[in-house]
DNA sequence: CTGAAAGCGCTTACAG
DNA sequence: CTGAAAGCGCTTACAG
């Protein structure tokens, strides 16, 4: 009698669709069917089934869907840092919107370091996820053609782009940085330095938009950036503001590159006594918590952070649905907040 | 004839590991013990393999490996809020601690609710991740039933349970909530209030060392507590510093549940010229970035979130090898930190 | 509306 | 050290 049930060779005594189908007596693939919601089955046996799902805790196996279906539901989002918490803002735009239209941001950090975006571009494609959302231009070449011969849909956030084929939502850094400058401008300061952290390439663009302005006015003296390439903290703030007066004390005026160091600049001149703004007028970048709360409270420009995550994730969504995508590069505004900082 | 080569009814288009084995012309199999650096490949072969890989650009497809295998390499990293920077440090941590031993974390920010929490394990469980790290152990019946029964290794941060066959790594916010308090007792504050926000159970934990630590003095009055559910952030914490100063003027020191409040806190009394340390103390809990450089400098209780992320990945990897775990519940230590605002 | 067969792209388990 | 066969747990594509 060599017709005994012989054991499957390998098995992961897990629950699967075919224990459902037999405990519901219908087929593996009406089960499947009714786990789905698809249309098209017996009101009736649907509740049966899943009446027996949920008796037999059936939970569906992920792998396995996206295997015989060649889809899945997982998003890939790398963005630099969590501690600058702007990434944090785009973030929960991005899940907001991904969520509920069922997929799930994957969430991956470079630290501004494009060889781990590499790595982590390798190790993330294989999951073959259903869309990509990175941040900004800047990455490797090999970053670069790992994304175009996935063949993936890709939606580049934070920065603009006319390039053809590329996909983009964001705002000109430059032009930002500018409109900044040319706020300490109008209020009739003539010194104005800059102080940077990271030195990222948007906060580089930012650097562009205040020499642009500076130079247009006849005033850009280079000796007044501070640029370190350090990464971006309050403490750091403080330090290239004191450094910034001791070197340059005739400044009448600091552009930080971000909020957070902005603050600490401010917390530093309260420190150190310096009247803001009567002698050194402040502004920041992001309009980040507790900007408003400062004394004196910052000026700044509000960046489009959660509007930059919904409209680059609904435009991921189009590309994911192979709907048609009225605008590839949709460019933000942003706002200048005037406090009593400046 | 009806040997005619028969298209595939369903194909994906993309390399396979049985293009790349034609390409080297060897078998399937040694391609994939070749790319997963299985020993026992001829070097030669395994060479030409991965030439053959590379020229084809083939990427793995991670579903089919995890169904073949039974076996994921993605730890599902259950967060309350990214904005609360100090999950942003266990994360840190935990990836630091994870990817390079061969797992990926996957995200889920569960916004301190229960209910969103359930939701993304009823997601995300269907990845059969191979660990689980949570945060504390308030969660729904269901919540907690969905992990037992998945059978998938968890391990609990930020607070610590002596429950059998619980595994976590954290430390006793109630003790830490009374050693701030103490130490306020101690620089002779005797009307000692209490501002939180938020009031999730570990902001509860902490608001029961503060309630021991002045009971025990003879000195708690429910009157100088104010406990705010809205979310934790600076402006909060100024309103709650406000209000406080305002309601009972006689306190001569506050105990912020957060640094995030007590910067908050700090600013307010900079602004109504409120002195502190001289009329009220102010003291916060966790030494968040910015503390060191408020104005003045926070008095605050640092908290081991890194340890907490690296001591949680590393027992979870434990788990997850089935390497004997030394101890199942890990107690970590926090630490007063003393600076001018107390 | 329901189902039997085939297949998604890997790895395991067994041989040699 | 290498490979042919079977199987992981689903869904697609085709019938009825």
Redesign the pocket.
Known sequence: MNDAP?R???????????DVARAAG????????A??QE????P???DKVRQAADQLG????A???A?????STQVLVLVPMLSNTLFVDVLEAVHRTLFPAGYQPLIGVTHYDTAEEELLLRTYLPHRPAGLLVTGFDRSETARQLIAHSGIPCVHLMETSTAPGVHCVGFSQVDAGAAITQHLLDRGRRRIAFCAAQLDPRTLQRAEGYRRCLRAAGLYDPHRELLSPERSSISLGARLFEEMVQRMPDIDAIFFCNDDIAQGGLLAANRMQVPVPQRIAVAGFNDLAGSDQMVPPLTTVRTPRAEVGQAGAAMLLALMRGTPVPQSCIQLNYELVVRASS
Do not use: K
Request: positive net charge.
């Open positions: 012989r499957p060779r390998r098995s992961s005594g897990r629950t699967t669709l075919a219908v087929s593996p693939i009406t089960v499947s069917r786990l789905r249309r098209g089955v017996d009736v046996l649907a059936y939970v569906p196996d792998a396995a869907r295997l015989a279906s060649q889809r």
